[in-house]
């Protein structure tokens, strides 16, 4: 019935429908209606406010499947399992994680010590999962790591490094 590119429009903007919709509700209930359902308008249209935010982060991150590879995030661990490379990174071994837009399309970077680096296609089957992943990260800002990864830049970017920050992102314009 809905064309496919319309159902993954829908799939990647989920959570801000979501949140959209509890916010309309919650303001409904807050501005009609009496006692209690009033008073649980108010948190239900804040929760919508917080979806909505954070639903505009995660749409952004995702860049769709059908990419080279299946990723796959099972308790801390990040594998990827690719038609010419793959590999394991454990997140509370990760040292720094870039973003590479060298390569088509652009892959995520993510370093160990004493070990080679593991490259990642940000639309590979499962990436999506990566945003939770490296939301536990210590210090690692999403909307940076956002920022990075949706711009167009030349070589690689650095989103975050285990002990201090990286250098700011800078933009021309």
Known sequence: MIRREARETIARWREVL???????????W????FGLLAWIGIPLALGGVALIWAGVQRA????????????SVVEGRISYFGPLT??????????RL??????????????QPGEPPLFV??????AEALFDAFATLPGLETGR????????????????????APAPLRRLH
Not at 18 to 28: P, S
Not at 145 to 164: H, N, P
């Open 18 to 28: 979501i949140g959209a919709a509890a916010l309309l509700l919650g303001g409904y």
């Open 30 to 33: 807050m501005a009609t209606a």
């Open 60 to 71: 952004r991150f995702r860049q769709g499947g059908g990419g080279p590879g299946v990723v």
């Open 86 to 95: 793959g590999g394991t990174a454990d997140l509370g071994e990760i040292s």
């Open 98 to 111: 870039r973003v590479d837009h060298s390569s088509f399309p652009p892959h995520w970077v993510l370093e």
């Open 121 to 126: 296609p940000t639309n590979a089957e499962g």
């Open 145 to 164: 790591m956002v920022a990075a990864m949706t711009r167009r830049a030349q070589g690689s970017v650095a989103v975050w490094q285990r002990g201090k």
